[in-house]
């Protein structure tokens, strides 16, 4: 369970951030948050799928890791097994929210849970009441990431609009175990692609979404080798 | 004249009827383009609508869709709830306390493979009700949960569902709709007169304040009062108030205690010394009213009742009495007019079979509304006799609810005197009796209460039936994996599901996916 609250220079004026380049938080995930200007460096080494939030049934963009609930086959303790990190995992445990969406500030927001949140080891967040710049260049990491997060919202949008998600059920036979079926996941309908109107292309072209369309259908040869990895 | 096209349709009367009815002749017709069938609708900005009739059947998910509003926006602007049935309460008996539900989802079709043989020989556990044998809806209902999640797409559950909404809000929800997005020309006017062709047709409606209006066909929705069809028309009134006993309402709309008071997850329907109080929650508010017949108690009286029922919370509240037109018109469709709503007939709110049946009579006439004025008569027999089938199965099935009480008070014992029950119900109550209900007794493609719900209230009411050659009923094995599937549902959808009001909250936030 996460558990979120506001940097505050007072109350964590000793806390310091360690790193993990394992990403320990995410060894039992099979999908991990994954925003537009990530897919064609991610699409290289996992499938990008789309799910609905289960607190808002809103999509959002996630990369497959594992092809069931609790496993994470990029997860190794000898380190990250793929060329590519999303940068939600290189963010934890920081996150950037805008409370209030009138005025546009950013809030930079800390998962408590984390070990790597602590008063003992790692990089000081604050000096004499000041953001260190450690903690700046985190922070500006942080708030990076909220603002592509907007501009994947607009892609799935788009997406929406266009009809191009389709619900897809995964059925996957692990070697010497029953079949089972990995439900809830959307891919982009190849089929419903080749079928837009010239205006409807035009529209993606516009907004810059062709590139992101094709790495997601790029990352569909991803499935089988997820499935590889699964068996060694 | 008579190969004459029908290019326009004028709807008087803006109710839920009114603009149900043109907003789906809009849709159906494409009227927002130009050159398809004209459909006007005119309202009295002076007579107000009935303002009751807040309780609806599933099928009004199909409606909303077909109209194309999204789920969220109606249930917004609606102050609109899940509805996942009717709980029955104090039916049975008049000491004896005891309910049952009358749910939308069973755990297996039953003109598919009927469970209710097992039940009745205890397979799903001795002192097991019906409703919870057979669905998970029951306990879900009771304990205020949604019948959804935020995840579903819009109008799909996880089980089925219907809603209560706020017909005054509902009328102006669909009023815009209809105009803005599906073409319905609207005029504020009062229909002065109707004045009618040499062959008895409709030929045009006199307004005070818009002309006279004419259109190829008429649709009345002027509620009770049956302005077109019954009195200008003189299409005759055949009243049932010898079967269906009530004949009145009182109403109080009751605000919650706080805005966050846990809302009813499905209607509740109690009985009373001479009928029924409904309880129909909103998100703002209450809508509770008792149906009740004015030969067995007073309207005071009646009042009281009510006020009782809700408690000190009605000390400041309003009631409003409304007089109830029990029964229906000789013929529905008389030549270029059709009425769909009150004015076409209504039977006591019992299982909110009005505005299902308004629906009905909408998709119906959108289907069938012909080409050409010459094929009019064809088109008007066919609805006749469909919808004359509909509502006397409609009277079928509130009466079924009282031929099973065993209440004592000189109402409910007149309510079940065999005299006064339809043969058709006496000659399937016999069958019952030792037979089960079968797909056969329902062998209508257009029956409007379908198998399950005839048998929710029948064990819900506690009808002894004694099945005679048990030895018909080999499936045992198959009908345990399903009693055992609905205990798992149950237990697994009390974690999964959240309360009305949560999910409500979060659907006016992100709204629902429309995949
Ligand atoms: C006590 C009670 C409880 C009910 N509960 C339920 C329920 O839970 N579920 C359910 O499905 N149904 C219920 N109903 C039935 C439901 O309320 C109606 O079927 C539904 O509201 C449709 O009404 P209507 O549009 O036909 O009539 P109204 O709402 O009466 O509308 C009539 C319209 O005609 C217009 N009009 C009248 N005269 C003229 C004129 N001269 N010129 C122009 N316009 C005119 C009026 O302005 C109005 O717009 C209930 C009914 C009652 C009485």
Redesign the interface.
């Known amino acids: 369970m996460t558990q979120r609250i506001a940097l505050d220079s007072q109350q964590h004026q000793h806390y310091k951030l360690q790193e993990d380049k394992l990403f320990s938080h995410t060894k039992l995930a099979h999908i991990l948050p994954l925003e537009v200007n990530e897919f064609a460096a991610a699409a290289a080494y996992f499938p990008i799928v789309f799910v609905?939030?289960?607190?808002?049934?809103?999509?959002r963009a996630c990369v497959m890791t594992g092809i069931k609930p609790g496993q994470n086959l990029y997860w190794h303790q000898a380190g990250w097994q793929a060329g590519y990190t999303p940068q939600a995992l290189r963010n934890y445990p920081l996150l950037a929210v805008q409370p209030d969406t009138t005025s546009g500030d950013y809030v930079i927001v800390v998962d408590t849970q984390s070990s790597l949140f602590n008063p003992q080891s790692g990089h000081s967040l604050f000096a004499a009441g000041q953001a260190t710049e450690y903690l700046q260049q985190r922070a500006g990491a942080a708030i990076a990431q909220a603002k592509s997060v907007l501009l994947t919202q607009q892609f799935i949008q788009l997406l929406?609009e266009l009809e191009l998600?389709?619900?897809r059920t995964l059925t996957l036979t692990p070697q010497g175990a029953e079949a089972y079926d990995l439900t809830?996941l959307?891919l982009i309908d190849e089929q419903r692609l080749a079928e837009l109107t010239d205006q409807q292309w035009l529209s993606l072209r516009q907004n810059n979404s062709l590139l992101a369309v094709h790495a997601v259908l790029m990352s569909m040869n991803q499935v089988s080798a997820l499935i590889q990895r699964s068996v060694l | 004249m008579q190969t004459e096209a029908i290019r326009s349709v004028l709807v008087v009367g803006g109710g839920t009827a009114g603009w149900l009815t043109a907003a789906n002749l809009a849709q159906s017709f494409n009227s927002a383009e130009p050159g398809a069938i004209q459909v006007t609708l005119i309202e009295s900005p002076d007579i107000a609508t009935i303002g009751v009739g807040e309780g609806t059947w599933p099928t009004m998910r199909a409606t909303l869709q077909k109209l194309g509003i999204k789920e969220e926006d109606f249930l917004r602007s609606c102050n609109a709830t899940f509805k996942q049935g009717t709980k029955f309460v104090d039916w049975q008996h008049s000491d004896l306390p005891a309910s049952y539900h009358h749910l939308f989802t069973s755990v297996s079709d039953p003109t598919q493979f009927n469970l209710a043989p097992y039940w009745l020989q205890g397979r799903a556990g001795q002192h097991k009700s019906y409703a919870s044998a057979v669905s998970a809806q029951g306990v879900i209902a009771e304990l205020g949960l949604a019948p959804k999640?935020?995840?579903?797409k819009a109008y799909e559950g996880v089980l089925n569902y219907a809603y209560h909404l706020d017909a005054g809000k509902f009328a102006d929800l669909l009023k815009n709709h209809a105009q803005q997005k599906l073409g319905v020309h609207f005029i504020s006017a009062n229909v002065l007169d109707v004045s009618l062709a040499i062959d008895g047709s409709i030929a045009a409606v006199i307004t005070d304040s818009a002309g006279r209006q004419q259109a190829d066909f008429y649709v009345d929705c002027t509620g009770f009062q049956s302005l077109l069809l019954g009195k200008a028309m003189g299409v005759g009134f055949r009243p049932v108030s010898d079967t269906l006993l009530t004949d009145h309402a009182v109403t109080i709309q009751v605000p919650y205690p706080t805005p966050d008071s846990p809302i009813n997850a499905c209607t509740h329907s109690t009985a009373q010394a001479a009928g029924w109080i409904w309880d129909i929650g909103l998100t703002n508010r209450r809508g509770v009213g008792y149906v009740y017949s004015s030969n067995y108690v007073s309207h005071e009286q009646a009042e009281q009742c009510l006020r009782r029922y809700i408690g000190p919370a009605a000390d400041t509240l309003e009631a409003r009495k409304l007089a109830m037109q029990v029964g229906y018109r000789e013929k529905f469709w008389h030549k270029n007019c059709v009425a769909i709503g009150l004015s076409a007939a209504f039977v006591e709110p019992l299982e909110a079979s009005a505005i299902f049946l308004i629906e009905a009579a909408a998709n119906m006439l959108a289907d069938q509304l012909p080409a050409l004025k010459e094929n009019l008569p064809l088109a008007e027999s066919k609805f006749n006799k469909s919808f004359l089938f509909r509502w006397q199965r409609t009277i079928d099935f509130i009466k079924l609810h009282y031929a099973l009480s065993g209440r004592t008070e000189p109402f409910w014992q007149a309510a079940r005197a065999k005299q006064l029950i339809p043969q058709s119900l006496q000659d399937v109550l016999q069958s019952w009796q030792t037979q089960p209900v079968s797909p056969y007794d329902f062998a209508h493609v257009y029956e409007p209460f379908p198998m399950e719900s005839y048998q929710y209230v029948l064990y819900g009411m506690g009808f002894k039936q004694q099945l005679a050659d048990l030895q018909r009923y080999q499936q045992g094995g198959k009908a345990a994996l399903y009693f055992q599937r609905v205990q798992q549902l149950t237990h697994q959808l009390q974690q999964e599901l959240p309360a009305q009001r949560e999910l409500l909250a979060?659907i006016y936030?992100?709204?629902?996916?429309?995949?």
């Open positions: 609905k939030d289960s607190n808002t049934g809103q999509f929406l998600l389709v619900a809830g959307y | 999640k935020i995840t579903n979060k936030r992100y709204g629902f996916s429309a995949l």
